[in-house]
C-alpha cells in the first residue's frame, strides 16, 4: 500500500484498482517536501507544482493525468497511455456575479480568449504544463455541471466526508 498526497488521490486508488493511504498535508509545498523526504511515495498535483523539481531530477514524473501529453513533458506518458483510464487536472474559470450584462460577459469572454490565444502567453504556459482554453458561457456551465457531477459521484462512492 503506498503513502500518498495530493487533491485526487480517491479517484485515481479506484480507477487504478490500487490502495493507498491518503496523508494529509496543509498545503502542496508541505507535500512536496514529505514526497521528497521520502514521507510519501506518490504526489497527485498540478504540474507547475512540480516541474521545477522535474526538471531539477528530484522527482520523476511518472504520469501526466490531463486528456492529453503535455508539451512541457513530451516524453511522459498519460495515465491512460499506462493503462489507467485516469483523467484529472486543474482548472480555472473567470466568473462574474449573476446579473452582470450580457455584453459585459461577451467581452469579457473575448479579451480572455485573445489574451490566452497571444503566442507569448500560450507559450509561458505551456513551459508550466498549463493548457490553456477559452469557453463560452454555455461550454463552461455544462463543464462546471459535468465537473460536479464527477466529483460527487467520487465523493459518493468513496465516502468522503470533511473532518469537523
Known amino acids: 500500500m503506498g503513502r500518498v498526497v495530493g487533491r485526487r488521490p480517491e479517484l485515481f486508488a479506484g480507477t487504478a484498482g490500487s490502495k493507498l493511504t491518503h496523508v494529509p498535508y496543509r498545503g502542496t509545498g508541505e507535500a512536496m517536501n514529505g514526497l521528497l523526504g521520502g514521507s510519501i511515495d506518490v504526489m497527485v498535483t498540478a504540474m507547475p507544482t512540480a516541474m521545477g523539481n522535474v526538471k531539477a531530477g528530484t522527482i520523476k514524473a511518472l504520469?501526466?493525468?490531463?486528456?492529453?501529453?503535455?508539451?512541457?513533458?513530451?516524453?511522459?506518458?498519460?495515465?491512460?497511455?499506462?493503462?489507467?483510464?485516469?483523467?484529472?487536472?486543474?482548472?480555472?474559470?473567470?466568473?462574474?456575479?449573476?446579473g452582470t450584462p450580457p455584453a459585459m460577459i461577451e467581452w469579457m469572454q473575448k479579451q480572455f480568449a485573445a489574451a490566452v490565444s497571444n503566442p507569448d502567453v500560450a507559450a509561458r504556459f505551456a513551459e508550466q504544463g498549463v493548457i490553456p482554453a477559452a469557453m463560452t458561457t454555455s461550454e463552461f456551465s455544462a463543464f462546471m455541471q459535468q465537473e460536479t457531477k464527477r466529483?460527487?459521484?467520487?465523493?459518493?462512492?468513496e465516502k468522503i466526508r470533511a473532518d469537523p
Request: net charge negative.
Open 151 to 157: 466529483w460527487g459521484d467520487v465523493i459518493k462512492s
Open 63 to 98: 504520469a501526466v493525468t490531463a486528456p492529453q501529453h503535455a508539451a512541457a513533458m513530451p516524453d511522459t506518458p498519460t495515465a491512460t497511455d499506462m493503462g489507467v483510464a485516469f483523467v484529472a487536472y486543474n482548472w480555472f474559470g473567470l466568473t462574474a456575479p449573476k
